[in-house]
């Protein structure tokens, strides 16, 4: 391959050379650039979004996850989200742990099993404690359970030391800031271990010189930059980094992906008078099936939402009195992330499993006293797969450029379902490990 520019536009800045550099700031892009930090690597960090302090508004929210185009896409029926802003997805998510599948990553010669068990090590993985689980996420647990399900707590990232009795709610239902982990942690963390964190700088595309990376092409307002490092890692998560590689001639990159549709499904039990919940306290996983479900409380603005597109009148559905079970499907993979545009028709496959967990959820409402029960509109918030090992990066993560890496939830191989922060972490360590020629975080 001769010189060549991957996607280079206008005219360029050059700036000083880093050992790596690594794009987004999710749970994967943050774990790379702390481990690479910590083990002696010069970073520099590049992150579209601002590092505004996390102020749960509706306001911020609406900024970050909602915005048309930047955090959310509508995709052939399905409300994709993703958050944009330091720490990504996470400053947004719900705080579940879930352990990847580890034989699905064995049939790609990628264990994660070590990783895995070091990330857990320095997180606040835990099920909630019994005060922490609320009133209602107990009556659909007791309901389900009376039902016959398997449903149990799930494990939580959150500091539970930080939680007040009555948990802080920000905007969707988060914890406070500090009671939650995020990757704005790790961040912060990488920072204070020398790496360079630009804000605002929305990355175009890898620059390449005989087959090999040498930087990346970003927008930091103020006019196109080129910032100079031998290894790339884009972790701009499963749209971003699946536009990137596209745009640096990397192949297969955003043809198929997941997402892992959901479906809220809510009623009013008269006379329940409950605080919100921290979402996502308890549920069940019908592996074979191909769905999960949990409660999610969701918080009054998004409850009238929901409602209003359901075609039902909000103001019967007060949120203190409303129970909610969020039913997430595996989805097959499918359809295309183009530079422009998204497209995913859910196949007949995927709307039966999102009938039949929408069914059995019905059923737990009911049992736990509910009425009036609607199902919400469908959206995602796990964008990934669209970058694959195995297709489009091999299992050191590598893409067909030398010294160019995807690393996020974008590089899972095959159908997914599960909540994947803990799994974009493992992946994170083991890359920066083998990076760093094996050795270990200092
Ligand atoms: C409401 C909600 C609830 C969730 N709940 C859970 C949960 O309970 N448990 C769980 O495990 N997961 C949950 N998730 C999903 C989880 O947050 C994501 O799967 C995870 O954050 C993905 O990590 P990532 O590293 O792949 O990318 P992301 O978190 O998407 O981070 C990518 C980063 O790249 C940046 N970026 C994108 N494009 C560019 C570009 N061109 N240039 C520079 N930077 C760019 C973005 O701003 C972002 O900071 C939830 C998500 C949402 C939205």
Redesign the pocket.
Known sequence: MGDRSCGRRGSAVSTSKFDAIV????????TVARDLASAGHRVLI????DEAPVTGTLEQTMEQ?MSPGRGAFAVDGVML??????????I???????NPPFDLFDRYAVDLRSDVASVREELPVAELREDLIGPKATQIQTAAQRLGLDWRPLE??IYQDRCESSVPMGF?SAPAYEAKWN?RMWVDEAVTLGAELRTG????AVECRDGRATGVV?DAGSGTEVAHADIVVV???????A??LQASGVGGAGEAFFHDPLVIVSGVVPGLVAPPDI??SAGTHFDDEGFMLTDLCTPAENLAVLAAGAGVDPSRYPSESTLQIMVKIRDDLAGSIGSNDITKKLTAADVERLENGCAIAEGILREAGATDIFRGGISA????GSVRIGESVNANLETSIEGLYA????VIPEPWG???????MAL?RRLARHLSGGADRR
Not at 92 to 98: D, L, P, R, S, V
Not at 418 to 424: A, G, V, Y
């Open positions: 794009v987004g700031t999710g749970p994967a892009g943050a590049l992150e579209w979004g996850l989200l993703r958050g944009v802003t330091v720490g990504g997805s996470s947004y998510y719900y705080g579940t742990a879930t939580k990232l969707y990757a700088a929305f990355v175009s970003y972790s701009a998560g499963g749209v971003g980094t536009r990137i979402p996502m918030a796990h964008p990934g690393c996020d939830a974008s599960l909540p994947p922060t803990i799994t974009c994170g």
